[in-house]
C-alpha cells in the first residue's frame, strides 16, 4: 500500500514563508523512479497545480502564479518531496496535496496516481 503524508502546514501572515512536506512510503512505490507533484485546493474551486519536479530533479515547473516565490524539491534517501513557499499571499490559502505522477501531462490532476491527505495552509492578510 502507498501512501504518501504532508505535513508542515500551518497559519502564516502575508509574506512570511512555509515550507510543506510530503513522505513517500511503500514496499512497490520507487520513489526514486517517480515525478511528484503538489497540488492546491481553495474552497468552492477546483484542485490546481502547483508544482512538479522529476525523478532525476532536474526537471521543475510551477504554475505562473507561484513562480518566483515557490521552490520544489525532493530528497530522495528519505523518499520526501518539499514545497517552500516564501512571500505567502492571503490568495495561497488552500489545502496543499502532494501527488505521484504516473503518466501524462504533469500538470493535470487526471495524471497522478496516488495523493496525499492535504495540509492546510492559511495566510492572513
Known amino acids: 500500500q502507498v501512501q504518501l503524508v504532508e505535513s508542515g502546514g500551518g497559519l502564516v501572515q502575508a509574506g512570511g514563508s512555509l515550507r510543506v512536506s510530503c513522505a513517500a512510503s511503500?514496499?512497490?512505490?520507487?520513489?526514486?523512479?517517480?515525478?511528484m507533484g503538489w497540488f492546491r485546493q481553495a474552497p468552492g474551486k477546483e484542485r490546481e497545480f502547483v508544482a512538479f519536479i522529476s525523478y532525476t530533479g532536474v526537471l521543475r515547473s510551477y504554475a505562473d502564479s507561484v513562480k518566483g516565490r515557490f521552490t520544489i524539491s525532493k530528497d530522495n534517501a528519505k523518499n520526501t518531496v518539499f514545497l517552500q513557499m516564501n512571500s505567502l499571499k492571503p490568495e495561497d490559502t488552500a489545502v496543499y496535496y502532494c501527488a505521484a505522477h504516473l503518466r501524462g501531462s504533469y500538470s493535470v490532476v487526471g495524471s497522478y496516481e496516488f495523493w496525499g491527505q492535504g495540509t492546510q495552509v492559511t495566510v492572513s492578510s
Open positions: 511503500g514496499r512497490t512505490f520507487d520513489f526514486n523512479s517517480r515525478g
